[in-house]
C-alpha cells in the first residue's frame, strides 16, 4: 500500500482539518508510482482540492505521513520545499498565468528561475508552445486569449521543465468536449515520456479514455479504489518449486 516499494510517493494515514472544522481528508493511504496515469475522482466537496493541495506541497497535513521523492515532506524544512516543488508541475483551475507576461514568457517561467539562460531556452520554450497549439500565439497576453488557451499555455507552463508528477486540478473544467479531449491527449504523451499524471475530474466520461490509467475515489474525505490503484504494483508471487 502506501509504503509500496518504488513510490514516488506515499500517504500515510493523512488527515487533514483546516482551523477547527471536522476533517476534510481521513486516514488517506496511498501510493503513486513512476509512470502511472492517475485520475482523482468524486462529488463536490469530497477533498479533492484538498488533496492536491498537499500533492503540490502547498499545504501540510493536520496528521499522517507524506513521503515524495525517497524523503519525508512533513519535516522538511521550508528552504528546501522549492527545490521538491520543480520536480512537480501544477496546472490550476483558474490557470494563474501571470497577466502582464506574454504566452512565451508564461511558459518559460520555470526555465528562468531554474537558471537558465535566455539562448538555451528559446527553443524548448518555442518547442512547447508548438506542442500545445500555441506557436502562432506565442506574444499574446492572457486577456486576450481564449479560455481553451489560457488552459494550454498553464499546460505548457506547468510541463516545460519536463516534472516527475504532474498534478491537475479539473484542468478540462472550462473548455468544451472536443478541447477537454485535446489537453487529456497532451496528458497522456507526457506520460509517455515517464511522467506520472494525477488529473482531478468530477467528469466521469474522461474516466474511460485513458486506457490503464489508475482511479482514486474521494468520498467525504476518504479514499476508495474502485480500478487497484492501491495494490499496484502487485506483490510477486513466489515462483513455483
Known amino acids: 500500500m502506501s509504503g509500496a516499494e518504488g513510490g514516488i510517493v506515499q500517504f500515510d494515514n493523512v488527515g487533514l482539518r483546516y482551523g477547527t472544522n471536522r476533517e476534510v481528508l481521513s486516514d488517506v ?56 516543488r520543480r520536480r512537480i508541475g501544477t496546472v490550476f483551475q483558474d490557470f494563474r498565468l501571470v497577466p502582464h507576461l506574454s504566452a512565451f514568457d508564461n511558459v518559460a517561467l520555470p526555465l528562468r528561475i531554474s537558471g537558465m539562460g535566455e539562448e538555451a531556452l528559446r527553443k524548448p520554450v518555442e518547442d512547447m508552445l508548438r506542442w500545445v497549439g500555441l506557436d502562432e500565439r506565442a506574444h499574446a497576453r492572457p486577456e486576450t486569449m481564449s479560455g481553451g488557451e489560457q488552459q494550454r499555455c498553464a499546460i505548457a507552463r506547468a510541463v516545460i521543465a519536463r516534472p516527475e508528477v504532474l ?58 479504489d474502485p480500478t487497484g490503484a492501491l495494490r499496484y504494483p502487485p506483490k510477486r508471487e513466489a515462483n513455483p518449486a
Open 167 to 224: 498534478v491537475a486540478d479539473e484542468p478540462t473544467g472550462n473548455v468544451d468536449p472536443e478541447m477537454a479531449l485535446k489537453l487529456l491527449r497532451l496528458f497522456e504523451s507526457l506520460n509517455r515520456l515517464g511522467t506520472t499524471v494525477v488529473v482531478a475530474t468530477h467528469d466521469v466520461h474522461l474516466l474511460r479514455k485513458v486506457p490503464d490509467s489508475l482511479i482514486l475515489r474521494l468520498d467525504k474525505g476518504r479514499l476508495s
Open 29 to 84: 493511504s496511498f501510493s503513486l508510482f513512476p509512470g502511472r496515469f492517475y485520475f482523482l475522482t468524486g462529488a463536490s466537496g469530497a477533498g479533492k482540492t484538498s488533496l492536491l493541495r498537499l500533492l503540490y506541497l502547498a499545504q501540510r497535513p493536520s496528521r499522517g505521513g507524506i513521503r515524495m521523492f525517497r524523503q519525508d515532506v512533513i519535516t522538511l524544512p521550508r528552504g528546501r520545499l522549492p527545490q521538491f
